[in-house]
């Protein structure tokens, strides 16, 4: 029995030790992933705060942000700046801007495990100075990268589908008010006017 047990536990460690070595390696970026959704999150909580100076934090100092309207900000003050004039100043556009972030796909890293590029999905709530709040789901896609041992944004991208949103639902809606209270107006015109030609 026991030449049975010295024979097969070489055998056993023969066959289980891929499955271990690769157990133990089939993540080589698992802190780093934890590091970025840490990132990932500060960066949800800093938009709901309305707290720029907590977002650029968490950006590199040159960083690039495409936002929702088009608009491209080039490194901390330019995001300061944008972010100023449409949440903050006395000329704003917004009084609040809140988000909820999901992550897509696990991040893709590149460059020895230097960069990483996520994306994913957001339901914002937007709070216009000029009319009632409205929703919008849109995308993002980020690049990051890991300089002195710490990640920072370095790229984000902000998108929407301009072909279909609650934006262009109501401006459509509006238009067939629109076109139904000129067509209304129209026929009670004609229907006065041919009553006083009558007369």
Request: glycine fraction near 8%; include cysteine.
């Given at each position: 029995?026991?030449?049975?047990?010295?024979?097969?536990?070489?055998?056993?460690?023969?066959?289980?030790?891929?499955?271990?070595?690769?157990?133990?390696?089939?993540?080589?970026y698992?802190?780093?992933?934890?590091?970025?959704?840490?990132?990932?999150?500060?960066?949800?909580?800093?938009?709901?705060?309305?707290?720029?100076?907590?977002?650029?934090?968490?950006?590199?100092?040159?960083?690039?942000?495409?936002?929702?309207?088009g608009e491209?900000?080039?490194?901390?003050?330019?995001?300061?700046?944008?972010?100023?004039?449409?949440?903050?100043?006395?000329?704003?556009?917004?009084?609040?801007?809140?988000?909820?972030?999901?992550?897509?796909?696990?991040?893709?890293?590149?460059?020895?495990?230097?960069?990483?590029?996520?994306?994913?999905?957001?339901?914002?709530?937007?709070?216009p100075?000029?009319?009632?709040?409205?929703?919008l789901?849109?995308?993002?896609?980020?690049?990051?990268?890991?300089?002195?041992?710490?990640?920072?944004?370095?790229?984000?991208?902000?998108?929407?589908?301009?072909?279909?949103?609650?934006?262009?639902?109501?401006?459509k809606?509006?238009?067939?008010?629109?076109?139904?209270?000129?067509?209304?107006?129209?026929?009670?015109?004609?229907?006065?006017?041919?009553?006083?030609?009558?007369?």
């Amino acid at each position: 029995m026991w030449s049975i047990r010295k024979l097969l536990c070489p055998l056993l460690f023969v066959f289980l030790a891929p499955a271990l070595a690769l157990a133990a390696d089939a993540d080589p970026y698992a802190a780093d992933r934890q590091a970025l959704i840490k990132l990932f999150r500060e960066m949800e909580a800093s938009i709901n705060a309305q707290d720029v100076d907590r977002m650029v934090a968490q950006m590199h100092p040159q960083a690039t942000v495409t936002w929702l309207n088009g608009e491209v900000s080039r490194g901390h003050d330019e995001i300061r700046a944008y972010y100023q004039r449409m949440v903050k100043g006395e000329q704003r556009i917004l009084d609040r801007y809140l988000t909820t972030a999901k992550l897509g796909d696990h991040a893709h890293f590149f460059g020895n495990g230097e960069v990483a590029v996520a994306d994913g999905t957001m339901e914002d709530e937007f709070f216009p100075v000029a009319r009632g709040p409205f929703r919008l789901s849109s995308n993002w896609t980020s690049t990051s990268a890991k300089i002195d041992g710490q990640w920072k944004v370095v790229s984000m991208h902000l998108s929407s589908n301009v072909f279909t949103n609650p934006l262009l639902a109501e401006a459509k809606a509006a238009i067939w008010y629109a076109g139904g209270g000129a067509a209304l107006l129209g026929l009670l015109l004609g229907w006065l006017l041919g009553r006083r030609q009558r007369r």
